[in-house]
């Protein structure tokens, strides 16, 4: 029952923030715990479309740096023009690249995924190809001498021995993606960024929206993070693997 | 199981080499250079030169992992030129020195590499597995380990079995052992001996060390710069008759000590000691002293068996005491490496040393000077033993 009112009732106290001084939401003195606990049900949806992005831009952007790493193994002079194509869109400032992209994809999540996309691919491109370059000379050689085509020894020898390379990069990009996907607010998609700056910053710089979902925005990377080194010890089990 | 092939499974066919030139793209001078070459089935032969002879490239060839530019080498009765260069490999061994196990791969997976590319099912695989871990004598457990685990000559056994699994008839190996320890080698190389008398297959061995091709090769084809074969032959013939100057250098100027390393004991003909048991008429023995080739008479039991010299004094009594003054040692055995045998001898200081049979009778004498005479003759062409049944030194 409480938490069918916990939004009327939210919109009354941030209504009321002007006003009640003496409430920790009305003094708006830091963090709230109070007001989080009732109003908990406000933060799943921003949370969740949070997790959305970052899953489906990161998934995109690891399809697309092992797209490239394909095109550009054995091709070596394509490995400077991809690492410098892809870190070129790296250098751009995120705010003006989704600002870049509305006018071509219009606002909503899909602009954010496709700018968080492309913030992903140099991270996870440049280890991809760090991974298949560390395969060892022999297994290459062994593999071919033994008949391998060249994509039975990509599928089969190489990218398995990337793959702890490959991950640790994804694991970068995830984190920095969760991060930086605070800014989709700015390619009028949701997300915690959405909680930060409508019901944060504009909304009398409310500190405690600001605090928690900030706070959730590091949680969530920690949990991704979490996740991926447990990947990364499953896929790659002949290897202790390297914590970064 | 159906369908499934022993280790002798396929027979070995012979590789030659006819006229085969390699020049790589840009190079100013060939890497082989006209080789012609003919590798007998169930051979070893061993390519050896100096660094930049071509060795590894005349190997490669045969793998078409380095194409030929003119020429054609034949496996069998068929060309490697008509056959796709992936069917190729995986009927051809292949063995290199930096092993290349996939590391990611468990020991089972490495070695079954070859049948899985051979679509072989399952069942099959799993049973060749188990029948090669045996075949190197590695336990059964590490089946499901991962290269890192294993020492680097249990890497090593693993590379031949995985080179062995599809029973190829032909095996190329790229000095295989060079990265091994010198005590680990050896015994890599005698396992790989022993090997080899139960399979069989035709070898093409690349090696830099003289030693190793004497070693482990049936014939030896040494290259020198610019992919030039300077002598093709066994390791006796190339020890005794080194072609030119090259190749007598780079046989080393131990060729004498290294032919005796080829031979057993029992490869020379041995000289006769008169022998004399004890309680025997002194008479008698000295009579056969007259004119024998030893002149030392030998003490033997009831069986033939050493006990030790004669000495003058002994013999000046009546009947041959039972305790001689001096020790029948060194005693050597038929099956003796004959440079070790040399060895012992010139080490005990004495001149002859008895040679006995399995069940250790007497079979001959073994004297400085009959290895100096069989080295110093022209014709004492000693019969070969095919690399895997040359005594392990």
Redesign the interface.
């Known amino acids: 029952m409480l938490a069918d009112l916990a939004p009327i009732l939210a919109q009354v106290d941030v209504r009321e923030a002007g006003q009640g001084a003496t409430t920790c939401v009305g003094k708006n003195e830091g963090f709230c715990l109070d007001y989080v606990v009732d109003n908990l049900s406000d933060y799943v949806d921003p949370t969740l479309e949070h997790a959305f992005m970052v899953i489906v831009s990161v998934l995109a952007g690891l399809a697309l740096a092992i797209l490239l790493a394909i095109v550009s193994h054995r091709r070596n002079w394509l490995v400077p023009v991809f690492i410098g194509g892809t870190g070129v869109l790296y250098t751009i400032p995120s705010i003006a690249l989704f600002l870049l992209l509305l006018p071509i994809t219009g606002r909503g999540t899909l602009t954010a995924v496709i700018g968080l996309t492309l913030y992903n691919l140099q991270i996870i491109y440049r280890n991809a190809v760090v991974g298949l370059g560390n395969v060892?000379?022999?297994?290459?050689?062994?593999?071919?001498?033994?008949?391998?085509?060249g994509r039975?020894l990509l599928w089969g020898?190489e990218m398995?021995?990337a793959v702890p390379e490959i991950i640790a990069g994804v694991r970068i990009a995830t984190v920095s993606t969760v991060a930086i996907a605070t800014l989709a607010i700015f390619a009028g998609a949701g997300g915690l960024g959405e909680v930060i700056y409508n019901q944060g910053v504009q909304n009398g710089l409310f500190k405690t929206n600001i605090l928690f979902a900030s706070l959730l925005v590091v949680l969530m990377a920690i949990a991704f993070d979490a996740v991926l080194i447990v990947a990364q010890r499953v896929l790659?089990?002949?290897?202790k693997v390297r914590t970064i | 199981m159906p369908g499934q092939e022993t280790s002798e499974g396929a027979g070995a066919v012979s590789v030659r080499f006819r006229d085969v030139t390699k020049r790589y793209p840009g190079a100013e001078t060939n890497a082989v250079e006209s080789l012609t070459l003919d590798v007998e089935a169930g051979e070893i032969c061993v390519l050896v030169g100096p660094s930049g002879c071509g060795k590894t490239t005349a190997m490669r060839m045969v793998?078409r992992?380095v194409e030929i530019t003119s020429g054609d080498i034949l496996i069998g009765d068929t060309s490697v030129r008509d056959r796709s260069?992936?069917?190729?490999?995986?009927?051809i061994g292949?063995v290199?020195q930096?092993?290349?196990?996939?590391?990611?791969?468990t020991i089972a997976q490495n070695i079954g590499?070859?049948p899985g590319?051979l679509d072989w099912d399952r069942s099959r695989i799993d049973a060749r597995v188990k029948e090669l871990l045996e075949l190197i004598s590695l336990p059964a457990d590490v089946a499901d380990r991962?290269p890192?685990q294993l020492s680097g000559g249990q890497q090593q056994r693993v590379?031949v079995a995985?080179?062995l699994a599809a029973d190829p008839a032909v095996m190329?190996m790229d000095e295989p052992f060079g990265a091994i320890d010198p005590i680990n080698r050896e015994r890599l190389q005698n396992e790989f001996l022993r090997l080899q008398a139960e399979i069989r297959k035709t070898i093409l061995f690349v090696t830099h060390d003289i030693d190793e091709a004497i070693k482990m090769g049936d014939r030896i084809a040494i290259l020198r710069e610019g992919g030039h074969l300077a002598q093709y032959a066994t390791p006796s013939e190339l020890l005794m008759a080194p072609a030119d100057d090259f190749v007598e250098d780079f046989v080393g100027a131990d060729r004498a000590l290294k032919r005796l390393s080829l031979m057993r004991v029992a490869d020379i003909d041995l000289w006769e000691a008169p022998l004399a048991y004890v309680g025997q008429a002194t008479g008698e023995v000295r009579a056969k002293l007259a004119g024998a080739e030893v002149p030392h008479a030998l003490l033997v039991d009831s069986e033939r068996r050493p006990l030790g010299w004669l000495s003058e004094s002994d013999l000046r009594q009546e009947t041959v005491p039972q305790r001689p003054d001096s020790s029948p040692d060194p005693i050597l055995d038929l099956d003796d490496v004959m440079r070790d045998a040399l060895s012992d001898v010139l080490q005990a200081e004495s001149r002859y040393a008895p040679v006995v049979d399995r069940e250790g009778r007497i079979a001959g004498v073994l004297s400085v000077e009959i290895v100096h005479e069989f080295l110093s003759s022209d014709e004492a062409k000693v019969e070969e033993h095919p690399a895997a049944e040359r005594p392990l030194a």
């Open positions: 060892p000379g022999s297994s290459r050689e062994a593999g071919r001498g033994m008949g391998m085509t039975q020898v398995p021995l790659s089990p002949w290897r | 793998n992992t260069p992936a069917q190729l490999r995986r009927e292949y290199i930096q092993i290349g196990l996939f590391p990611h791969r590499t070859v590319l991962y890192s590379g995985r080179a190329l």
